[in-house]
Nanobody, 121 residues
Framework: VQLQASGGGLVQAGGSLRLSCAAS????????VGWFRQAPGKEREYVAT????????DYADSVKGRFTISRDNAKNTVYLQMNSLKAEDTAVYYC???????????????WGQGTEVTVSS
């Protein structure tokens, strides 16, 4: 599966953004999707994951209650709605996928190119 992340941009603290991760290729098979981020000078950080059905989700403590991951399999797209953004959310955001119904971890086989989010304080 190929992944294309989009939706990043510049937003003020307290604002919102919605990221999209569009999948192409072998999308007829079930695949779980995760979002990660990497801030300048820092290691990559797990953000959230969602199962193929969308019925199971998980979030990092740092974004819980502010971010929501969802998916529309008819559009082969996974979303990350980010609300109440903080300066520390500034990072390049990546989506990743593994074939299967659910996956929790960082060892994804397929990665998108990343979309940059900048939150000004």
């Amino acid at each position: 599966v190929q992944l294309q992340a989009s939706g990043g941009g510049l937003v003020q603290a307290g604002g919102s953004l919605r990221l999209s991760c569009a999948a192409s290729g072998r999308t007829s098979s079930s695949y779980a999707v995760g979002w990660f981020r990497q801030a300048p000078g820092k290691e990559r950080e797990y953000v959230a994951t969602i199962s193929w059905s969308g019925g199971s989700t998980d979030y990092a403590d740092s974004v819980k209650g502010r971010f929501t991951i969802s998916r529309d399999n008819a559009k082969n797209t996974v979303y990350l709605q980010m609300n109440s953004l903080k300066a520390e959310d500034t990072a390049v955001y990546y989506c990743a996928a593994n074939y299967g119904t659910y996956y929790y971890g960082e060892d994804y086989d397929y990665w998108g190119q990343g979309t940059e989010v900048t939150v000004s304080s």
